[in-house]
C-alpha cells in the first residue's frame, strides 16, 4: 500500500472501446485524508465520472491511489484538485468529473467539484 499520493502509481489499459462515447463510475464512499490544521481525519465521499479516450483508470491501481490520502495532510479542495490532475495525466479523459462531498464538521459541509476539459475560463461567484 503507497504511504502517499507521490508514492502511489496510477495504472491503465486500453479502452476495449476507444471510438464509443461512454461514462465510467467510480465510487469511493469511505475516503480518508487529514486536516493540515487539527491532524484530524476528514472523511469524504469522492465520486469519478469520466468518458475515456485511449486509456481506461485501473481500479485496484485506483483504489491504493485513494487509499495513500489516509495519512495526507491537505486542505479539500487540494485533495479533489490533485485527484484532478493526476487522473488527467494518467489517462487523459474526454471528460472527467471528480465530486468530493466532506463530511460535516461543526455543522458545516463542503463539496469540491473539478471538471475537465475546465468548461470557461473564469467561474462567476453565486449570486445572493
Known sequence: MPTSPDRARLETFP???PQRKYWIRLDCPDF???CPVTGQPDFAHITIDYVPGKKCLETKALKFYLN???NEP???EQVVNRIHDDLVRAC???ILKITGQFAPRGGLGLSVVVEYPRVGAAVAAPKG
Open 15 to 17: 479502452n476495449p472501446h
Open 92 to 94: 487523459r479523459p474526454r
Open 74 to 76: 491537505a486542505f479539500n
Open 68 to 70: 495513500s490520502f489516509r
Open 32 to 34: 480518508t485524508s487529514l
